[in-house]
């Protein structure tokens, strides 16, 4: 009797194991049997930068596809990439959506983390940054998958199984796994489907995350935009800035952030934090790319007064302590109207590099300067509180106004200010009359827009009229 129970659980465990290592990931065996992947010629491709491209040999290329004229590749031509061990399909490259990684591309592509990273070359997940160009095969008999649950949820995986009728060693088999144990906690579990357009391979927590503009600029606003599954808290950070998220519609979540004239180029810093009301947590940190903008220079000629240092510092602190406030109520909506009336002349635009009394003191344009070209009149470009209302060195005769969170608007060198601190101010009420106050060379209406504590160039929010 122990003789043949010991013979079973022998012929028990031996079948387990076969089972077990026959569980590989989608498409795994199609590419150790397959050749080498190919690309498709586009428009605009030479040899010399699609050897670039996918880091084979250009001689090899030339070779491997029996090219006689390396200067003659028609579009749409199918080359053989060689050299490229363990990839299969046709090659294309992509821009990195944000939230991407190994895992979920291997899934959504159906190629091995390794595989994928020895071929982009990735070290390091600061490699792996949005809109960052990305190599990926795409299988003539791909599968479609999508994110049916988290493994943060308090279910284990046999009844996660249960729950949607399948087995644990299938969920192990979509999730590129050899075993059911090896599943770590918050990273999200994938069913393959049969639907056309499958959702993002983030989390079941997570609808859709969008970052816009695809290229941060210095001067841009960066905006995020988070569709969730059921109502959620969130937080965030850039490049150790908190972020203010408001909701724009029915789980639908929206935070700005400012990159001013002189922000760093290179990669910044982006977290991301979601409680659903469940309870779970969805968290993504990844860079962000930001890019240099191109401005112009002015060299100017003002009073020495209003370059004093101790001046200078002091009304920066006084400012800055009130713009870093946030008001968790939005009373402004896009487009802002423009702060005087037409004809509309502008005098100096945004993050103009100025050289003040041949070098006594440098600094860039914070705003646009609009000189008199109608009347004196100055207008609320959009709803707020003013939260300013004030003469100071530099600035002259000054009002901010609060139109919530994080937005503020700034108007200098006024000769009157009609509002006090406390007012709330509708889009177009007549609130000041422009003037020379302050650091000016002549009467003009200075203007700039703050997001969550950078100033930006205006003309990212402000009406078309107003250039």
């Given at each position: 009797?122990?003789?043949?129970?010991?013979?079973?659980?022998?012929?028990?465990?031996?079948?387990?194991?076969?089972?077990?290592?026959?569980?590989?990931?989608?498409?795994?065996?199609?590419?150790?049997?397959?050749?080498?992947?190919?690309?498709?010629?586009?428009?605009?491709?030479?040899?010399?930068?699609?050897?670039?491209?996918?880091?084979?040999?250009?001689?090899?290329?030339?070779?491997?596809?029996?090219?006689?004229?390396?200067?003659?590749?028609?579009?749409?031509?199918?080359?053989?990439?060689?050299?490229?061990?363990?990839?299969?399909?046709?090659?294309?490259?992509?821009?990195?959506?944000?939230?991407?990684?190994?895992?979920?591309?291997?899934?959504?592509?159906?190629?091995?983390?390794?595989?994928?990273?020895?071929?982009?070359?990735?070290?390091?997940?600061?490699?792996?940054?949005?809109?960052?160009?990305?190599?990926?095969?795409?299988?003539?008999?791909?599968?479609?998958?999508?994110?049916?649950?988290?493994?943060?949820?308090?279910?284990?995986?046999?009844?996660?199984?249960?729950?949607?009728?399948?087995?644990?060693?299938?969920?192990?088999?979509?999730?590129?796994?050899?075993?059911?144990?090896?599943?770590?906690?918050?990273?999200?579990?994938?069913?393959?489907?049969?639907?056309?357009?499958?959702?993002?391979?983030?989390?079941?927590?997570?609808?859709?995350?969008?970052?816009?503009?695809?290229?941060?600029?210095?001067?841009?606003?960066?905006?995020?935009?988070?569709?969730?599954?059921?109502?959620?808290?969130?937080?965030?950070?850039?490049?150790?800035?908190?972020?203010?998220?408001?909701?724009?519609?029915?789980?639908?979540?929206?935070?700005?952030?400012?990159?001013?004239?002189?922000?760093?180029?290179?990669?910044?810093?982006?977290?991301?934090?979601?409680?659903?009301?469940?309870?779970?947590?969805?968290?993504?940190?990844?860079?962000?790319p930001s890019y240099a903008t191109a401005f112009g220079v002015?060299?100017?000629?003002?009073?020495?007064?209003?370059l004093d240092m101790p001046a200078m510092r002091s009304e920066?602190?006084?400012?800055?302590?009130?713009?870093?406030?946030?008001?968790?109520?939005?009373?402004?909506?896009?487009?802002?109207?423009?702060?005087?009336?037409?004809?509309?002349?502008?005098?100096?635009?945004?993050?103009?590099?100025?050289?003040?009394?041949?070098?006594?003191?440098?600094?860039?344009?914070?705003?646009?300067?609009?000189?008199?070209?109608?009347?004196?009149?100055?207008?609320?470009?959009?709803?707020?509180?003013?939260?300013?209302?004030?003469?100071?060195?530099?600035?002259?005769?000054?009002?901010?106004?609060?139109?919530?969170?994080?937005?503020?608007?700034?108007?200098?060198?006024?000769?009157?200010?009609?509002?006090?601190?406390?007012?709330?101010?509708?889009?177009?009420?007549?609130?000041?009359?422009?003037?020379?106050?302050?650091?000016?060379?002549?009467?003009?209406?200075?203007?700039?827009?703050?997001?969550?504590?950078?100033?930006?160039?205006?003309?990212?929010?402000?009406?078309?009229?107003?250039?």
């Open positions: 009797m122990r003789r043949r129970t010991y013979l079973f659980l022998c012929f028990f465990a031996i079948l387990l194991a076969g089972f077990t290592n026959r569980s590989v990931a989608p498409g795994q065996q199609l590419q150790e049997d397959a050749g080498d992947p190919t690309y498709i010629v586009q428009p605009g491709d030479t040899l010399a930068t699609i050897a670039a491209e996918f880091g084979v040999s250009l001689d090899e290329l030339i070779s491997v596809n029996g090219i006689q004229n390396p200067n003659l590749i028609p579009i749409g031509t199918e080359l053989i990439l060689p050299g490229m061990e363990g990839i299969s399909g046709v090659l294309t490259t992509i821009n990195l959506p944000i939230g991407a990684t190994l895992h979920n591309l291997s899934i959504e592509y159906q190629v091995a983390p390794d595989v994928l990273a020895k071929v982009n070359k990735i070290a390091s997940p600061s490699q792996m940054y949005q809109s960052a160009r990305f190599i990926v095969p795409l299988q003539e008999d791909r599968q479609m998958y999508e994110i049916f649950t988290d493994t943060s949820s308090a279910l284990t995986l046999l009844e996660q199984s249960a729950l949607h009728n399948t087995n644990v060693w299938q969920i192990a088999k979509d999730n590129r796994q050899n075993n059911t144990w090896s599943f770590l906690p918050g990273r999200p579990l994938f069913r393959r489907t049969t639907a056309e357009a499958q959702s993002p391979l983030l989390s079941d927590i997570v609808r859709s995350l969008n970052i816009t503009p695809d290229a941060l600029r210095q001067g841009s606003i960066m905006t995020i935009e988070v569709v969730t599954t059921q109502e959620a808290d969130l937080q965030g950070f850039f490049q150790g800035r908190e972020l203010h998220f408001y909701e724009s519609g029915a789980n639908t979540y929206i935070a700005h952030q400012g990159l001013n004239a002189i922000h760093p180029v290179g990669l910044n810093e982006f977290i991301l934090q979601i409680t659903p009301s469940d309870g779970r947590l969805f968290a993504i940190e990844q860079y962000l002015l060299n100017l000629t003002v009073d020495n007064a209003t920066d602190e006084i400012i800055g302590n009130i713009i870093s406030q946030i008001t968790e109520e939005k009373y402004w909506s896009l487009p802002f109207l423009c702060p005087l009336e037409a004809p509309i002349c502008v005098r100096d635009w945004y993050g103009t590099n100025r050289n003040y009394n041949n070098g006594t003191f440098f600094n860039f344009h914070t705003g646009v300067d609009y000189g008199v070209c109608a009347n004196l009149n100055i207008y609320a470009p959009a709803d707020g509180v003013v939260a300013v209302s004030e003469e100071f060195t530099v600035r002259g005769l000054a009002t901010y106004i609060d139109h919530g969170y994080g937005i503020y608007s700034a108007i200098y060198h006024q000769a009157q200010s009609f509002v006090k601190v406390g007012d709330f101010v509708k889009a177009g009420d007549l609130i000041g009359e422009i003037g020379s106050t302050g650091r000016s060379t002549g009467a003009h209406l200075h203007y700039e827009l703050i997001v969550n504590g950078a100033q930006v160039n205006p003309y990212n929010w402000l009406s078309s009229d107003c250039q």
